[in-house]
Each structure stands twice: as structure tokens, then as C-alpha cells.
């Protein structure tokens, strides 16, 4: 019987920047059997796997199946916001950003090339063109020409996001280089350590950082404040700058979306089309839905957007938020203290549970913004740090168990709507919470822990795979 996680022996090593033949040397053994144990086929033994531990600086329990290590969940703090909150190009952090960012890391290391070519393999071969990873790598390089190649039939390659990037001067090869896409926007390089980046908060807790914000008479983002670096207030000022200008966009934008799915875009007619019947609460749907539709299009458009906490639930905490800057006049500064606010809530969601669909469904990304997006307009609204907890708490609650299931795997249909709807949502949640919350039974981390768990359960073809529910829609 197998006791670990050959997975997490492959993840551990590329983390690490590693090779199979590398790891192999520092052990004493062949590549081929690192290759063994990462395919189920054979297990380390006990010696080899201590020395593991020691190699990826983890303890033993982390090549442990994830059912075992779920009730040991261990945390121990939480990341800088700049990592949740990720600018860059749709619709896809680990299909898009992630390409995004190798490619420009490649030309400004590379300037004096006048060719590139791109090979793409895996995953990145295989649905790269629905998500127009071969777009966004042409766009990143202009003026530059560019050619993309999707290679899917290689498999030895050291991860499912894999690209090899080529830089030609004058019809030489002068620089190579292979990069993984490996989530979340983030790169790592083959044979190249990187560490991993330090964690900024030692909270991971709602309750704790209530408690602390209570004894010093704080708001939540003063607390973030309290634990960032100096450069970290300019870096929101231009998440919410990205965020308005994914609305000005949308908001003018027509035609369809790519993909082959003739998905129109429908940010502009919303925006501007009044219902017969309008009254002042249904016109404050429409708009907010219009801002939610206009960064849902442009992401899916492959344009310029902030993962809030995700790409494909990048429209709602831009929707309510700028909504609520246009109706009230709040000053940015005013807003990007609300960001801040709603970046802990969803920083609490990726440390103890989750913010991806591939992990634990919809419910961890559109559950997710709407749950930051409720905790942006408390802090907007002024309200106490419980009124901020339990707006966030209903906002998630009423996601739990949410598939994703979108149709040929574009993040298109159901997303761009459901971005609208958890918009709504979310000025509900604090309605509700406003008036109801001397009454409530159920803290924010006891829904996080629940959406962890939820998610786990889920069948895995309601987790991106395209497999079940609405993605088995043919249009
Ligand atoms: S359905 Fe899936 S791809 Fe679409 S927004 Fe939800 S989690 Fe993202």
C-alpha cells in the first residue's frame, strides 16, 4: 500500500528548482528512480525519505496523501496582499499571467533579440489556445515578432505548465531558457532556486486579528498596514487604478469574445440600456452588474485585470467598489483602505482553504471575491470589525458547494454572469449583516474551514476539469 503523495515529491521538487537527475545526485540514486517515485511505481525508503525533508526543508507529513494531512493542517502565518493581488493579463493566472510574466521577464533580459519563438507543452499545449496563452505571449512581445508553438505530445517535461522561450538575433539562437507556469501568476525557472518569499503576517485567523484589532482600536487594513512593507500602499493604488480601467474598457467595449463559443460582449448594452420599469434599487443592479460584466469581458478577452482573488472572479470586488465610488464619491485612498480590508479576507480564504477552482470550486473563487467584496463595502460603510466578519461570513456561506464547470473550459459561461450575481450578493450580505449581527451563530473561520472541507469532498469533475455539469452543455 502506498503511505505518500507521489505527487508531492514532483511538487516539492520543482519548487525547489530541481531536475530529476539533480535530486537523484544529492540522494545517491538514479533519476530514473526519482521518476519511479513520482509515479506511484515505487516507494523512498524511510532513510531516503528523511533526507527528502531535509532537502525541501518540509516536515515528513507533507508527502502524506492530502486526506491525512487535512485534520493536521498546520498554518503559520500568511503572505504579503501583493501576492493575492496579481495584475495581469486574462483569462487565466496559470494560462495567461503566468506566460505573461515569463515572457516579459525574457525580453527584458534579452533586448537585443529580433526573433522569439515560443513552445509551449502540457496543459499550456493543450488548452492554451482556448485560453489564448498564444495571444497574450505575441502581445507581450510586439513589437518583437513571435511564433507560439503547442507541443502536445512531449511529456517528458518537468511540469504540466511548461514553455521553452527561444530568442534568435539574426537568425542565431542567443538565449534559452525553460519556465513553468506553476499558478497563481507565479513562474519558476528550471535548475533555478528561488526562495520562497517570507510570510508578512504571523495572524492566519479572522478571530485573532479581530482580537488584536479590538485591543488597539484599529481597522483591519490598518493592521495590514502594520505589517506590509512601505512600497505596499503605492502597489494597491495601482491594483485599484488597473481595476477602474478593466471598467472604463468593458464599459465601452463591443463584439465577441474569442474562443468559439460567440460569446457577445454585453458590458456596454447593459451599461447603457435602462429597464422599462427601472427604479432606483434595479438601476444599482444593472450598473454594478455592467462593472462586474465589463472586467469579466475584458478578462476573458485576454485585456489587462487584478486577480481579485482569482482572474475568472476578477470583476466583483471592482464592481461594488466602484459602483459605491461613483454613487458616494469615496476618495481612492478611501477605497484602497477597503482593498486592503477585502485582501485580508481573501488572504484568510487562500491560507486555510483555497481560492482555486481546479482545488475546491467556484465556491473558492466568485465565493471567494463575494466574500472580500461584502468585506470592502463594510469597511466602506464604516462599520464594526463584527459587521465586517459576518458580511464576509454570509457572503461565502451562500456559495458553499458552487462547481466549476465552465463550458469547453473558457472562462466565459457561467463566469462573467456569476461575477454579476456574487456582485449583488455581496451588498446584500452587508445589508443583512448590518442589521442582523448581534444575532449570529457562525464565524468567518468556521465557513472557511467548511468551504476547505466542502471543496475536498466535491467530485473532481466539478473542479475545471470540464467534465460535469454545465460543461457538458454542447453549443
Ligand atoms: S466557474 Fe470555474 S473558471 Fe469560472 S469563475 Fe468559477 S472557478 Fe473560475
Redesign the pocket.
Known amino acids: 500500500m502506498s503511505f505518500i503523495d507521489s505527487t508531492k515529491i514532483k511538487e516539492c521538487r520543482i519548487r525547489k528548482g530541481l531536475s530529476q537527475r539533480e535530486l537523484g545526485e544529492l540522494l545517491g540514486v538514479s533519476d530514473q528512480a526519482i521518476s519511479k517515485w513520482e509515479k506511484g511505481q515505487s516507494q523512498p525508503s524511510a532513510l531516503h525519505l528523511i533526507e527528502l525533508t531535509r532537502i525541501f526543508d518540509v516536515d515528513a507529513e507533507s508527502f502524506l496523501p492530502t486526506t491525512q494531512t487535512e485534520s493536521k493542517r498546520s498554518v503559520t502565518g500568511m503572505k504579503s496582499l501583493v501576492e493575492l493581488y496579481k495584475i495581469g493579463r486574462g483569462p487565466s493566472s496559470s494560462h495567461t499571467m503566468g506566460p505573461e510574466r515569463a515572457s516579459r521577464e525574457f525580453i527584458e533580459q534579452h533586448e537585443d533579440v529580433d526573433f522569439v519563438k515560443v513552445v509551449l507543452y502540457g496543459s499550456l499545449a493543450k488548452t492554451g489556445n482556448g485560453h489564448g496563452t498564444d495571444r497574450v505571449i505575441i502581445k507581450t512581445f510586439a513589437p518583437t515578432p513571435c511564433k507560439v508553438e503547442f507541443d502536445t505530445t512531449t511529456i517528458d517535461i518537468p511540469h504540466p505548465n511548461t514553455m521553452d522561450i527561444f530568442g534568435y538575433k539574426e537568425g542565431v539562437e542567443v538565449a534559452k531558457v525553460r519556465v513553468m507556469s506553476i499558478g497563481g501568476g507565479s513562474i519558476m525557472y528550471e535548475n533555478k532556486v528561488v526562495a520562497e518569499t517570507p510570510n508578512m503576517y504571523s495572524l492566519h485567523k479572522f478571530s485573532d486579528i479581530a482580537d488584536y484589532c479590538k485591543s488597539k482600536s484599529i481597522r483591519i487594513w490598518q493592521y495590514a498596514l502594520e505589517n506590509e512593507s512601505p512600497y505596499f500602499l503605492d502597489y494597491m493604488h495601482k491594483v485599484w487604478l488597473v481595476m477602474k480601467d478593466a471598467i472604463h474598457r468593458g464599459i465601452n467595449d463591443e463584439g465577441i469574445l474569442p474562443g468559439g463559443l460567440e460569446v457577445k460582449k454585453k458590458a456596454k448594452s447593459l451599461y447603457s440600456t435602462q429597464n422599462l420599469w427601472e427604479s432606483a434599487e434595479t438601476r444599482e443592479n444593472r450598473i454594478v452588474c455592467a462593472f462586474a460584466f465589463a472586467v469579466g469581458e475584458q478578462n476573458a478577452d485576454g485585456e489587462t485585470v487584478v486577480t481579485a482573488p482569482?482572474c475568472?472572479?476578477a470583476g466583483v470586488v471592482p464592481a461594488v467598489l466602484y459602483y459605491q465610488q461613483l454613487k458616494n464619491g469615496y476618495s481612492d485612498r478611501q477605497i484602497v483602505n477597503a482593498l486592503i480590508t477585502a485582501g485580508i479576507v481573501g488572504n484568510l480564504i487562500k491560507t486555510n482553504a483555497s481560492i482555486s477552482?481546479a482545488e475546491c470550486g467556484?465556491q473558492a473563487?466568485?465565493g471567494s471575491a463575494c466574500s472580500m467584496a461584502a468585506s470592502a463595502l463594510a469597511e466602506l460603510y464604516g462599520l464594526d470589525i463584527d459587521k465586517i466578519e459576518y458580511s464576509a461570513e454570509i457572503a461565502m456561506e451562500h456559495h458553499l458547494g458552487l462547481t466549476?464547470?465552465?463550458i469547453c473550459g473558457l472562462?466565459q459561461i457561467?463566469?462573467i454572469e456569476?461575477n454579476a450575481v456574487a456582485a449583488m450578493r455581496a451588498i446584500n450580505a452587508v445589508s443583512l449583516a448590518n442589521l442582523l449581527w448581534d444575532s449570529r451563530k457562525i464565524s468567518l473561520d468556521d465557513v472557511i474551514r467548511a468551504m476547505r472541507e466542502t471543496g475536498r469532498d466535491l467530485d473532481s469533475s466539478y473542479k475545471?476539469t470540464s467534465e460535469g455539469g454545465l460543461a457538458k452543455i454542447k453549443l
Open positions: 482569482t475568472g472572479a477552482g467556484c473563487e466568485v466549476c464547470d465552465p472562462v457561467p463566469c456569476r475545471e
